[in-house]
C-alpha cells in the first residue's frame, strides 16, 4: 500500500466520520475533502476542482429546474385532486394512489421534489376523508423514495452510477433500464404498506395537527372577521357599474370593506384585487367584509345580489392570485402616528387592511381614521406579489405571519402543458440517445425557462446548491480512489473474501454494504464511492459490470430505515409526527424485501 493510498483512505475514513457526526453540514465536508486532496499531493488542483465541471453536476443543476417547472405549473397538484375524486374516502384505494402518483411522476424529477409537492396533498386528503395522516405520509414517502428506481434521471445516484460506467468506458445503462426494477419494489412497497399501515399509530397524531401552518381561514378568524365576509354579484343595472372602488366610497357611506372581486377570463375565474382605480363590471362578484346591517343597506341601495360561499375549487382558483397576510409595524417606521387614510395606505401598498390588532384587541370598525402605533398588528389582503413587496419594505414592515396557501402558490399554472410537453420531448431525446444526457438536460430547462414555466430570477433559488457541491465535491475521492489503486485493491479484497460465494451471494453483501453505509453518509456521496469498487470487481469477476451497477444504484435508493438516510424521510416526519422507531420497524423489513427482488431481477436481465 503506498503513501498515496493511504492518505486517501485517511480521508476516505475522515469524510464518513464526519458525515455521520452530522455537525457539519454535508457540503461543508464535501468541501474539506477537495481541500485535503488538494494539499496533500494526492489530486493536482485541476482534478481536485474538476468535479465541479463534471457533466453529472451539470446535468443534476438543470433537473432542479426542470423539476421545479413541473411544481410551479401545478402538473402534480392537479394529479392529486384526481387521486382524492378517485379514492372516494377509501383508505386501502387512497394509499395506494397516492404511492402510484409519487412512483409515476417522481420518475421524471427529484424525490424530494415530489415530496415536497405532495405533503399538502396528502394532508389536505387526510383531512377532507377524516383519515390518518400518519398512515398516508409514510407510504408517500416509501414511494418517492421507489420513484428514484424508475428511470434515469429519477436520482443522483442513477446519474453517478451511469457516469461511473462511461468513465470506464462501458455500456451504460438505458434511460428506462431502472423501470423493471423501480416498478417491481413500487408493487411490493405497496401491499407491504397497506399491510404494514396497521404498524403505525391509528389515531391522529397531535404533534402532526398542532403543528399545521395557519391558513387564509384561521388568520382572518383569529380576528373575528369569520362571519362578515359576504359574496355579491353585480347585476347589469346596478348603480356601481362603471364607478371605481375609490369613487363608490362603500366604506365611508356603508360601512362595508370591499376586499375583491371575482372575475371570468378566458372561462378561468380570476381573483382581482379592490385598488381604488378597479371599476366594477357587468356580472363581478365581489367580497364585502360587514355587519349583517351593513351589507343589506348596501344589497338594497345598490341593487345587488347575494351569492353562495364559494366552493373549495374556487376558492383555491382565487387564492392563487389574491391571499391575506399578517404584517406588524416595525420599530422604525414612518407611518407610527399616522391613520390610513393620512397614508393612502390601499393606493400607496395596493392592499386592503381588514383588521387592526391593537394592544391585543382586534379592532375591525372605523380603521381609516385611527392612528397607528408601534406594535399594531394588521390583517392586509391583496395580491401576492404586493404583500410580498410590504416584506421587503423592512423600514416600515415585519411580516408576521404568512399563510399556508402562500406556499402553495402555482405562479405558473397555467403553462402546464408546455412543461408537460418540454419533459416528454426530454425523455424522448434522452431515450433514444440523440444527444448527450447534460445537454439534453440544460435544453430542456431552458425551454422551461423561456416558456415562463419557471421565472428566471428563482433559478438560481430552486437549485439544491447544497446537494450540487456534496456530489462537485465527493467526486475527486472517486478520482483518487481510482489515481492511487485503492479502487483496484478494494474490490480485488471484496472478490477474494466472497468470490468463492458466486456473484448472487456478492450482489447481496454489495446491496447490503452500500444500504448499510447509507444510512451515514448521503446516497449521492455512496454512489460516488461504491459505485467504482463495484464495477471493478465485476470486472474482476468477469460478470456483468451493469449488474453490480444497477445493484448499487437501487440501495442507494432504498434508504427507508431512519429519517436521516433521506431528505425524503425528514421532509414527512414532522407533519407525520413520526419518531425514530417508526422508520427502523417499517424500513428495515421493505429493504430486506427490496434486495431480494433486487438481487432476482439483476440475475435474471443481467446475469442469466
Known amino acids: 500500500m503506498t503513501d498515496h493510498m493511504m492518505i486517501v483512505f485517511g480521508i476516505l475514513a475522515g469524510a464518513i466520520a464526519l458525515f455521520a457526526w452530522g455537525r457539519l453540514r454535508a457540503d461543508m465536508v464535501a468541501i474539506l475533502v477537495v481541500l485535503a486532496l488538494m494539499l496533500s499531493g494526492v489530486l493536482t488542483p485541476q482534478e481536485s476542482l474538476a468535479g465541479f465541471g463534471d457533466p453529472v453536476v451539470v446535468l443534476i443543476a438543470g433537473m432542479f429546474i426542470v423539476s421545479e417547472a413541473l411544481v410551479t405549473t401545478g402538473v402534480a397538484h392537479r394529479l392529486g385532486e384526481a387521486v382524492l375524486k378517485a379514492g372516494a374516502g377509501s383508505e386501502v384505494r387512497l394509499i395506494a394512489l397516492v404511492m402510484a402518483l409519487a412512483g409515476g411522476v417522481g420518475a421524471f424529477m427529484s424525490s424530494s421534489a415530489i415530496t415536497a409537492m405532495l405533503i399538502p396533498v396528502v394532508l389536505a386528503i387526510a383531512d377532507k376523508t377524516g383519515l390518518n395522516r400518519k398512515r398516508m405520509l409514510m407510504p408517500l414517502s416509501v414511494a418517492a423514495l421507489t420513484s428514484g428506481m424508475m428511470t434515469l434521471i429519477a436520482s443522483s445516484p442513477n446519474l453517478i452510477v451511469d457516469a461511473a460506467l462511461r468513465a470506464q468506458h462501458l455500456a451504460p445503462l438505458g434511460f428506462f433500464s431502472w423501470a423493471p426494477f423501480g416498478l417491481a419494489v413500487l408493487a411490493v412497497g405497496m401491499l407491504f404498506m397497506l399491510a404494514a399501515r396497521n404498524w403505525l399509530s391509528r389515531s391522529r397524531s397531535a404533534a402532526a395537527d398542532g403543528g399545521r401552518q395557519a391558513s387564509v381561514v384561521d388568520l382572518i378568524t383569529a380576528y373575528g372577521l369569520a362571519a362578515w365576509w359576504h359574496r355579491l354579484r353585480v347585476p347589469a343595472g346596478s348603480p356601481l357599474l362603471a364607478q371605481s372602488v375609490a369613487a363608490a366610497r362603500l366604506r365611508s357611506r356603508f360601512g362595508c370593506v370591499i376586499v375583491g372581486l371575482e372575475r371570468q377570463r378566458d372561462g378561468k375565474m380570476q381573483g382581482v384585487p379592490a385598488l381604488p382605480e378597479t371599476v366594477f363590471e357587468p356580472e363581478d362578484a365581489i367580497t364585502v367584509v360587514a355587519d349583517a346591517p351593513q351589507v343589506e343597506s348596501l344589497i338594497a341601495a345598490h341593487r345587488l345580489i347575494r351569492l353562495p360561499p364559494l366552493s373549495e375549487r374556487q376558492r383555491y382558483e382565487v387564492l392563487q392570485e389574491l391571499g391575506v397576510a399578517e404584517i406588524m409595524l416595525a420599530p422604525e417606521s414612518k407611518l407610527i402616528g399616522k391613520t390610513l387614510r393620512e397614508i393612502e395606505f390601499r393606493g400607496r401598498y395596493r392592499v386592503t387592511v381588514l383588521a387592526v390588532r391593537h394592544r391585543g384587541e382586534p379592532l375591525t370598525m372605523n380603521l381609516v381614521d385611527e392612528p397607528l402605533d408601534f406594535g399594531d398588528t394588521l390583517l392586509v389582503l391583496g395580491e401576492w406579489d404586493d404583500i410580498r413587496r410590504l416584506g421587503e419594505d423592512r423600514q416600515n414592515f415585519v411580516v408576521l405571519a404568512l399563510p399556508a396557501e402562500y406556499q402553495e402558490r402555482l405562479p405558473a399554472r397555467g403553462r402546464a402543458p408546455a412543461a408537460v410537453g418540454i419533459v ?161 420497524k417499517v424500513g428495515l423489513p421493505l429493504l430486506l424485501l427490496t434486495m431480494v427482488v433486487t438481487i432476482a431481477l439483476v440475475a435474471l436481465i443481467y446475469l442469466y
Not at 430542456?444 to 456530489?471: E, P
Request: charged share 5%; with cysteine.
Open 424 to 584: 416528454a420531448l426530454m425523455i424522448t431525446v434522452m431515450a433514444l440517445e440523440l444527444l448527450p444526457n447534460t445537454a439534453t438536460v440544460l435544453i430542456a430547462a431552458l425551454l422551461m425557462v423561456a416558456t415562463g414555466c419557471v421565472k428566471l430570477d428563482s433559478i438560481y433559488r430552486v437549485i439544491s446548491w447544497k446537494t450540487v457541491v456534496l456530489i462537485a465535491g465527493m467526486l475527486p475521492l472517486a478520482t483518487a480512489l481510482t489515481k492511487t489503486g485503492a479502487t483496484v485493491l478494494m474490490a480485488n479484497q471484496l472478490v477474494a473474501t466472497l468470490g468463492s460465494l458466486g456473484p448472487i451471494a456478492m450482489l447481496a453483501v454489495l446491496f447490503l454494504v452500500t444500504a448499510v453505509v447509507g444510512l451515514f453518509i448521503s446516497n449521492s456521496a455512496t454512489a460516488v464511492l461504491i459505485a467504482p469498487i463495484a464495477i471493478q470487481a465485476a470486472q474482476s469477476l468477469h460478470v456483468s459490470p451493469q449488474a453490480f451497477a444497477m445493484t448499487v444504484s437501487i440501495a442507494c435508493c432504498a434508504a427507508f430505515v431512519t429519517p436521516v438516510s433521506s431528505p425524503v424521510n425528514m421532509l414527512v416526519m414532522e407533519p407525520g409526527g413520526y419518531r425514530f422507531g417508526d422508520y427502523v
